[in-house]
């Protein structure tokens, strides 16, 4: 049937009708619309919570290591998902990785990424669009092949492993 090009389950309404579905449970919270290539998992040190990577867990340390400092005011974890109320298919909601809290009431998000594939690129240029008072901020593998020559040795529970650029 899904191979068939003439199938019902092919149409355009019933196409539509999927993608519609799929966006109502991402902005109820039911689903997250990200993947990762790289180990995923609870973190202990991080209070248990689930990371898709070990970039991000080791961007919540430092993350950590900031609110510590008093550098940052806090951070949250995947705590908002942005709708594009006016994309009917494709990508159609944003979920950034962290937002990132300042003392005096400011906000910005921050984009782990490892790599910049078609739809991360659609994602971050739809928010640019669509949520222009939003800050993005990527951090990619130049940060952390930065980030590792000294943060493994300030920051406990640093994770090590090949960054390719």
Request: one cysteine or more; glycine letters at 8%.
């Amino acid at each position: 049937m899904w191979r068939d090009q003439n199938s019902g389950i092919n149409s355009e309404s019933a196409r539509q009708q999927r993608s519609d579905n799929l966006l109502k449970r991402i902005a109820a919270g039911e689903m997250r619309q990200g993947y990762s290539r790289t180990r995923g998992g609870k973190r202990d040190d991080l209070e248990g919570m689930y990371f898709r990577s070990a970039w991000e867990a080791n961007y919540a340390r430092y993350l950590n290591f900031l609110l510590a400092k008093g550098d940052i005011a806090g951070w949250e974890f995947e705590c908002k998902t942005f709708i594009f109320e006016k994309i009917k298919r494709g990508t159609r909601a944003y979920t950034p990785d962290f937002r990132v809290l300042f003392h005096d009431g400011r906000h910005e998000w921050h984009e782990v990424k490892g790599w910049m594939d078609a739809k991360s690129k659609t994602r971050l240029d739809r928010m640019a669009r669509y949520f222009p008072e939003e800050r993005i901020i990527v951090i990619d593998g130049k940060w952390f092949k930065a980030a590792n020559r000294t943060l493994p040795a300030i920051i406990k529970g640093w994770e090590r492993g090949t960054v390719h650029v």
